[in-house]
């Protein structure tokens, strides 16, 4: 199993609130996290790391060898609600942390499984045989929106609400997750990324060079054209490559 991630301030913000992670799981899994985080400056940062932290801390400690679905997927539900209450607990505690929140999407990558919990807009593609297919829903107005057909996938990519999510870490006491498995064929790839990566390419862009980016064994070239379409948001792009096929 292969892994690596990237992140960049972008072409017009002054700080970096996203963070990310790539790691070996006891038991051969790989973990990969992309949190984006919001609220003020010093919020944004402070809560992606609380979030980032917490969800490794906990999945560390959980996740070992020979655990079926179920398992991994508590231990998800637990590392969910970890990064959940740090942040909510420090913004409880500090008053001009008050509002912080964070997205979290992340993945615990077995040999041909891989398991994902994810909450806000960041999101998660599977790239098999050169065709690239996002795995999760954003949890964002306009995609309740596109979701009771009052406006169109078109229209949601230019909605003066198309960066107002709906759930986010922190920001509750409670936070319902979307928590799923998917099979895993040899040659398979994941891309997480925040949504300062997809929203300044196109989608047949994000697959093209998430496949050049899995050559050459970096993202740059996702950050790069995001770069260049403007880079108006901090971007953040993990990947991950599963066995190659045999020959």
């Given at each position: 199993m292969w892994m690596m991630g990237e992140t960049d301030v972008g072409q017009k913000r002054k700080s970096n609130q996203d963070t990310f992670l790539t790691e070996q799981l006891s038991g051969e899994s790989g973990l990969l996290l992309v949190c984006d985080g919001m609220g003020g400056e010093r919020g944004g940062?402070?809560?992606?790391?609380?979030?980032l932290s917490a969800a490794a801390e906990s999945l560390r400690r959980s996740v070992g060898a020979g655990m079926n679905e179920n398992s991994i997927r508590r231990a998800l539900e637990c590392a969910g609600a970890a990064a959940n209450a740090a942040v909510f607990d420090a913004a409880s505690q500090d008053a001009t942390l008050h509002g912080m929140g964070t997205t979290l999407v992340g993945a615990v990558v077995q040999e041909d499984s891989a398991h994902f919990l994810h909450a806000g807009d960041s999101r998660a593609y599977l790239l098999r045989d050169d065709l690239l297919t996002q795995l999760t829903v954003d949890h964002t107005v306009v995609q309740m929106l596109v979701d009771r057909g009052e406006i169109s996938e078109r229209d949601a990519k230019v909605h003066p609400q198309r960066h107002y999510i709906t759930r986010a870490v922190g920001v509750g006491e409670q936070l319902r997750y979307d928590i799923f498995s998917i099979d895993l064929l040899p040659g398979d790839a994941l891309l997480l990324c925040s949504d300062g990566l997809y929203n300044y390419l196109s989608h047949e862009d994000l697959c093209a060079l998430a496949a050049v980016a899995l050559r050459c064994g970096s993202a740059k070239p996702l950050i790069d054209r995001a770069n260049e379409n403007g880079g108006g948001d901090?971007?953040?792009?993990?990947?991950c490559r599963t066995a190659n096929r045999e020959k």
């Open positions: 940062a402070v809560a992606s790391g609380l979030a901090n971007i953040t792009a993990v990947l």
